[in-house]
């Protein structure tokens, strides 16, 4: 299984992003090979709106099974969970220690949003 | 007072809050009825409506304004995502096996149901507001209210644009700020009267104001009020922007205890009159030359 975390940077050291929809970019990495590859989210950073709705379908259409960010809101959720993508929030530090933690089986999966939704 | 031989728009905004549109907007109003004007006086403000406080209009008609919201019909989608990728709002989008709907996003272009191969997508509706129309003391009045909670007032504004009218001059209160609510009210106008006070915040947003008006290509002049108070600042602005300071209202603190009791300044205060009937002289000169 593919996983996606949210990430500030291009590597596995780099930080997770705490924001889902409006994360700098995501890392992508395939649970079976330890491969990895970064994808760019600036589009939706700059979104106008639904960003989070956006983002959920980026990430989707990579092929990821699961979601490891700081935050994520109500419309990003409901997105997420309609692509079947299992959702792990509250993760910080770097993008490594996140995949170790959830390799653990130390991640709980979010039964909710955690944070409103912007505006709309 | 020269009179234009069709129907005049002006609408009244301000970039800030609070300079006085209203109290501007209505007492043009009131100015343009004793004029001999047939007059409609509309609250585009619909996100906080204050005109009718000083119009005590009798509210004759009321109606639901909606806008169209996409419905798929989930036996019919294929997730082929032709929709989401057509709608600039992120208001539908195809995850897993269909696509879903984010209907508060929507700005009900109906792209989606046009482009869909499967015909799978209908339009529905969500309620935006309320428009309320009807008569004050002679001159005809509407105003919407929007739906708590609702984000998006433009569909709204325009529904109060479009009531019918016998009205020769229309006045359009609208909304504080330079964004879509306020493009939405000034568009189509003949005039634009921006209103401002004379302090630091008053000339930051006026300076907005001004760009928006212009982007828009809509004439303008600038409505000093509370004139007095605070500094010479906006004056200025205007000089060295060729900006025509179409008139003033004085820092008079008998003009806030009326506008306390929800009471127009030209019933209140008559010495004031002259000052609207002024302004009037000036807009419709600008608009009749523009004919």
Redesign the interface.
Known sequence: MKIAITSSGKDLDAQVDPRFGRAAGFIIYDLETGAFEYKDNSQNLN?????G??S??HI?DCGAGALITGHCGP?AF???K???VKIFTGAAGTVAEAIGKFKAGTLVEAKNPDVKGH?? | MSVATRKSVIAVASGKGGTGKTTVAVNLALTLRDAGHQVRLLDCDVEAPNAHIFMKPQIKESKTVSVPVPIVDEKKCNACGRCGEVCRFSAIVALGAKAMTFSSLCHGCGSCVLSCPEHAIREGEREVGTLEAGMSSGVEFAHGRLRVGEAMSPPLIRAVKKMDSDADVTIIDCPPGTSCPVVQSVRGSDYVALVTEPTPFGLYDLKLAVEMTREVGLPFGVIINRNGAGDRRAHDFCAENDIPIIGTIPDDRRIAEAYSRGELIVAALPEYRGRFEQIIEVVMERITVNL
Do not use: D, R, T, V
């Open positions: 979104a106008m709106q639904g960003a709705i956006q959920a379908k989707s419309k409901a997105g997420l309609a692509a079947g505006w709309m």
